[in-house]
């Protein structure tokens, strides 16, 4: 520390008020506190203030706010009575918590569904390697992968599949969302997987992947949709029980050389009509999810 | 920059501030017991707060029950940044605006008032020292809101300059000078008018 004679310090009325209401960290207080034992402007200053505290505290001693009891069951009436606001989120925390309905979605989706799924594309991996013929490859690629989608698809959502449903249906997300999100799991799943065996069963240089890809695709999409309609409309095991009749009368014919009434090939192709039509449904299917009358 | 939690509060260490913020976070849970506990904390603190604010009781008792149901719907935001009393506090000043809907809360005339050097001292408090309690106390009543405001918040609820402004939503140094000409208004209103210059 310097020791010429210091220099004044400065005069510290902006602290002052502070001071006195005693909000000031130590360093300031004491700064003050030195400064005022030399200072008699601003100690006339300080008696100001003081005074002026010292007016508005007596004059709110007499008031007291509702105690608790008086206050507290109105509060719960107001709350109860006025549904929230929703809350608009911004973009980045709205990805967000669409990122944690699909993680919260992929554990609530019932187990059977993931392991069935894996469980059928493994038989028909096998089927393909060890025992198809190579012009039965396309037939069964194109019979049996849709009917596999078709199969989660049905028992997707609905409170016969859905263990958790109470948990989803007093989640603020509304059931739209939910199916939304279940439906992206399941086709990112079952896509991949499908994606997955075509690759195996393609030719080692992955010629006729396209090719092989086509005879699956469209009717997967188209027939899940058809699923996932039927199973919110009548329930799971109608829907699946619907998918698998409709497949019948395509594979039937193949099988038995019998004909039989059955939807024209033309419907069963992988072009973008079909897959607009597949689309279509798949919207029909989200907008009745949120209609949906809700179980007794 | 000035630590927003004081530990002079209440008598309460910090344990005591850290506590409360814990509250809160029950109260953005959904529990009810939460509320109620800050409720009895802070009530008294935010109702004579909302009385500088209008001095309707009866409207002020509706701002304090505007007030703890926006904090039940609000909770899940608080951060922790502030003390819980001065985010209290700053909701009831937000559900005062809306339903005063004056312009007096959010003027900002301290701009057009000529401004001394910060720090020096003010000659004509002589004249504030000199009044009768009853006089600065009726001459405090009459104050513009935004002075009364920002001196009922320093010297009743006392709070730190940076909780303030964090309430009022100003700078600090806006704080201050708002400080400052308050003095200078209630000074100038127990000037007799024929010695004003």
């Known amino acids: ?296 | 920059m000035d630590s927003l939690v004081s530990e002079r509060r209440c008598g309460m260490g910090e344990g005591g501030a850290a506590g409360e913020i814990a509250l809160v976070a029950q109260v953005a849970a959904g529990e009810r017991l939460a509320l109620a506990a800050l409720y009895t904390l802070h009530h008294q603190a935010v109702f004579r707060y909302l009385l500088q604010l209008t001095p309707d009781r009866g409207l002020a008792e509706e701002l304090l029950q505007d007030t703890f149901v926006a904090a039940w719907r609000g909770a899940g935001r608080f951060e922790g940044r502030s003390a819980v009393k001065t985010w209290l506090l700053g909701i009831a000043r937000r559900q005062a605006h809306n339903a005063l809907r004056g312009p007096s809360l959010l003027l900002d005339g301290d701009a057009a008032l000529a401004s001394q050097p910060a720090t020096d001292p003010d000659p004509g408090d002589v004249v504030l020292a000199q009044a009768e309690q009853a006089q600065l106390a009726a001459a405090l009543k009459r104050l513009p809101l935004i002075y009364r405001e920002v001196l009922a918040l320093a010297f009743i609820q006392e709070l730190s300059s940076a909780e303030m402004a964090a309430v009022l939503g100003i700078p600090l140094g806006t704080v201050k000078s708002r400080l400052r000409n308050g003095k200078r208004a209630l000074r100038d209103r127990l000037t007799p008018r024929e010695e004003l210059p």
């Open chain 1, 1 to 296: 520390m310097s020791h010429e004679a210091p220099a004044a310090p400065p005069h510290v009325g902006d602290l002052l008020a502070a001071y006195i209401s005693n909000t000031l960290d130590p360093v300031q207080t004491r700064q003050v506190r030195r400064h005022l034992a030399v200072c008699g402007a601003c100690q006339a200053e300080e008696e100001t203030w003081r005074r002026i505290a010292a007016a508005l505290q007596t004059s709110e001693a007499a008031v007291t706010a509702p105690s608790p009891t008086t206050m507290l069951p109105r509060i719960w009436a107001r709350i109860d009575a006025e549904p929230a606001p929703p809350i608009r989120l911004p973009p980045a925390a709205r990805l967000a918590l669409g990122g944690r309905i699909v993680l919260a979605q992929a554990r609530l989706i019932h187990r059977s569904v993931w392991l069935a799924s894996a469980c059928a594309f493994a038989a028909v991996l096998i089927y393909a390697l060890f025992a198809a013929r190579r012009q039965e490859l396309d037939t069964v690629l194109g019979l049996a992968l849709p009917l596999i989608t078709a199969a989660g698809a049905a028992f997707l959502y609905g409170p016969e599949a859905d263990p958790a449903l109470e948990i989803t249906q007093a989640t603020p997300v509304p059931a739209r969302g939910v199916l939304l999100a279940r439906c992206g799991l399941l086709v990112a799943y079952d896509l991949g997987l499908a994606l997955l065996l075509t690759a195996l069963l393609a030719g080692p240089a992955g010629q006729g992947l396209d090719r092989l890809t086509a005879l699956w695709l469209g009717p997967m999409a188209l027939l899940s949709a058809i699923s996932l309609l039927g199973s919110l409309l009548a329930g799971p095991l109608v829907a699946f029980g619907g998918a698998v009749a409709l497949w019948l009368t395509r594979l039937l014919p193949l099988v038995s050389g019998a004909s039989l009434p059955r939807a024209p090939d033309g419907w069963w192709q992988t072009n973008p009509p079909i897959l607009l039509v597949a689309a279509a449904l798949f919207l029909l299917a989200l907008l009745y999810a949120d209609r949906r009358p809700l179980p007794a």
